[in-house]
């Protein structure tokens, strides 16, 4: 991960010692935000000052992922998640990055954590994530990605308003005695009014994607819900494991096309409009506020992944994207931070976001093949 400048007018990649963009002539000399990279890798981004973010409020079962930002700290600060030494924003120990600012989040829990990250071309991080554990009434994990749409206004408040919301919905539900299904209705309803609340006339409507999962501790069945193009993955963690597959279907442009076989899906995804949505949380689609609900029973280990399309832009075949990072299961954060670092590699040209949820080998439980029940829940 290396730092990259980047035009304030029109994200050009700009040379370290540049004066003026080579592409558009803004001057870039000053007013760009961040230092100049440090040689430590990784670097942080911002010398922002810390901002943890909204908490949410949770029951005493509910566990919060430990949020931490990248950015320089005191090095007397301790690492957030083990309490060990912290060196240029990075756990000594383990590795976890250290508050910040949002340009590169990560979260943990138990067993699974989130990345994200503002990519190499956009100004700000306009994607969000929360991540929560519980264990009433059952440990389980639950977790929300969202990707603002930038042409929106304050697509980044859409996202954290929806994460945060839906996120701790899904667990008050699921501690009152909600079914997976009906809690995730419930949080995708829930998260689609906060946004749609966000809106100061329906002509400036901020707006994003959502996608969440709840996923059983145990193993078990797992139930996905989302709107718009942000995605879920099943990825095998073993030969024996139920295939690795995609759990969602996006709501835009090109599912359209490849729907009605206009066009392949390599043509579609090449296309101008590929990434034209066709619903989304905001006061301006009503229709996205029902969203989809699939339930899916994957015999494991595995993992379950949500992300942004600013990784699986990259890695669109699940097959691909379980080769990105082997052995998520094991260790979610490596495999987290490991997909961030490839889409980074592979050009950062969008915010991107994953969370990775490990799910446990047959020894702990075994399951059925994958079972899709997609389709509109309202
Ligand atoms: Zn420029
Ligand atoms: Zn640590």
């Known amino acids: 991960m290396t730092m990259v400048r980047t035009c304030p007018s029109c994200e050009e990649r700009v040379a370290t010692g540049d004066v003026y963009c080579e592409r558009c002539g803004h001057r870039v000399a000053a007013g760009l935000a961040g230092p100049p990279a440090p040689p430590a890798v990784p670097a942080p981004r911002d010398a922002a000052a810390a901002d943890r973010g909204a908490g949410t409020d949770q029951g005493e079962s509910t566990t ?127 998260a689609a009014s906060a946004v749609a609340e966000l809106a100061e006339t329906e002509q400036a409507a901020p707006a994003c994607t959502y996608v969440s999962a709840v996923v059983p501790a145990d193993g078990g069945a797992i139930t996905v819900g989302w709107v718009g193009d942000s995605r879920a993955y099943w990825l095998a963690g073993s030969p024996s494991a139920t295939p690795s597959a995609v759990l969602t279907r996006d709501d835009s442009w090109s599912e359209a096309m490849v729907a009605m076989r206009v066009m392949t899906p390599a043509e579609a995804r090449a296309s101008a409009y590929a990434h034209a949505l066709t619903a989304w949380l905001g006061a301006d689609n009503a229709a996205g506020a029902s969203g989809h609900v699939a339930t899916v029973t994957p015999a494991g280990p ?27 299961a094991a260790d979610p954060l490596g495999a987290a931070q490991a997909y961030v670092r490839r889409a980074l590699d592979a050009g950062g040209r ?26 509109n829940a309202g």
């Open 64 to 190: 919060a992922g430990t949020e931490v930002h990248t950015g320089p700290m005191p090095a007397v600060d301790p690492c957030t998640w083990c309490g060990a030494a912290v060196s240029a924003g990075y756990c000594n120990e383990c590795g976890m990055s250290q508050p910040g600012d949002r340009d590169h989040v990560e979260v943990r829990a138990e067993t699974a954590a989130g990345v994200s990250d503002r990519g190499l071309r956009h100004h700000r991080n306009e994607d969000a994530m929360a991540v929560l554990t519980s264990d009433d009434p059952a440990p389980v994990v639950v977790a929300v990605v969202c990707d603002g749409v930038s042409t929106s206004p304050h697509p980044e408040e859409a996202a954290h308003v929806a994460a945060e919301t839906g996120a701790a919905v899904l667990a008050d539900g699921l501690a009152a005695g909600s079914g997976p299904r009906e809690a995730t209705e419930a949080a995708l309803a829930q």
């Open 302 to 328: 595995g993992a379950l992944v949500l992300c942004t399309d600013g990784l699986w832009n990259y890695f669109p075949d699940p097959g691909a994207l379980c080769a990105a990072a082997p052995g998520a």
């Open 350 to 375: 969008d915010n991107i976001t994953v969370v990775v949820i490990a799910v446990p080998g047959p020894q702990d439980g075994p399951g059925d093949d994958v079972r899709g029940s997609g389709g």
